[in-house]
T-cell receptor
Framework: SQQGEEDPQALSIQEGENATMNCSYK?????LQWYRQNSGRGLVHLIL?????REKHSGRLRVTLDTSKKSSSLLITASRAADTASYFC???????????FGTGTRLTIIP | KAGVTQTPRYLIKTRGQQVTLSCSPI?????VSWYQQTPGQGLQFLFE???????NKGNFPGRFSGRQFSNSRSEMNVSTLELGDSALYLC???????????????FGAGSRLTVL
């Protein structure tokens, strides 16, 4: 079963614009991670944010975490055509290393 | 450094057959996880192994089984294949030890199984 639900399910923006994706989850977590998947291939880890962190940056990526609302957002700034992919959040609970993935957001960057 | 290698990349089977998928993790990674990805169900967790022990198991029928060898390589087997088993099967390895709270996964490219 899915722990996380991403919103929106699909997003199309012009190259150079910012893209924001949201993730909501159901239970208390140890950490939350974001992954990218290009069509039909394996997932690539983007960023990890721990439950005691509120914001984290990595290059053009900015992730926020609100544990009181059980939600996270991923912001990609200055989008590029190469950012076209599906983006998944994944959560890990305390004492359990298993990562549970959300439903994903399909991002399309229009050149 | 070689990534996670999955074989075969593509395979076609018929209902009732069985299939074995292989995964070689990144050198030094002792944790291996398996996921099934379908358009309808998304990414579903199958198993997690660490040092040849199954640490977690997802909600799949007993037709799905796996194992890990002493060199950390892992296999999963699906017996009595059904049409609904058609999916992309993803293997991922992790350097993190159990309980570390930082289980970052490195995925292979997947094995795409089609059941006819």
């Amino acid at each position: 079963s899915q722990q996380g639900e991403e919103d929106p399910q699909a997003l199309s923006i012009q190259e150079g614009e910012n893209a924001t994706m949201n993730c909501s989850y159901k239970t208390s977590i140890n950490n939350l991670q974001w992954y990218r998947q290009n069509s039909g291939r394996g997932l690539v880890h983007l960023i990890l944010i721990r439950s005691n962190e509120r914001e984290k940056h990595s290059g053009r990526l900015r992730v926020t975490l609100d544990t009181s609302k059980k939600s996270s957002s991923l912001l990609i700034t200055a989008s590029r055509a190469a950012d076209t992919a599906s983006y998944f959040c994944a959560t890990a609970n305390f004492g359990n290393e298993k990562l549970t993935f959300g439903t994903g957001t399909r991002l399309t960057i229009i050149p | 450094k070689a990534g996670v290698t999955q074989t075969p990349r593509y395979l076609i089977k018929t209902r009732g057959q069985q299939v074995t998928l292989s995964c070689s993790p990144i050198s030094g990674h002792r944790s291996v996880s398996w996921y099934q990805q379908t358009p309808g169900q998304g990414l579903q967790f199958l198993f997690e192994y660490f040092s040849e022990t199954q640490r977690n198991k997802g909600n799949f029928p007993g037709r799905f089984s796996g194992r890990q060898f002493s060199n950390s390589r892992s296999e999963m087997n699906v017996s009595t294949l059904e049409l609904g088993d058609s999916a992309l099967y993803l293997c991922a390895s992790s350097l993190a030890s159990p309980g570390s709270g930082a289980n970052v996964l490195t995925f292979g490219a997947g094995s795409r199984l089609t059941v006819l």
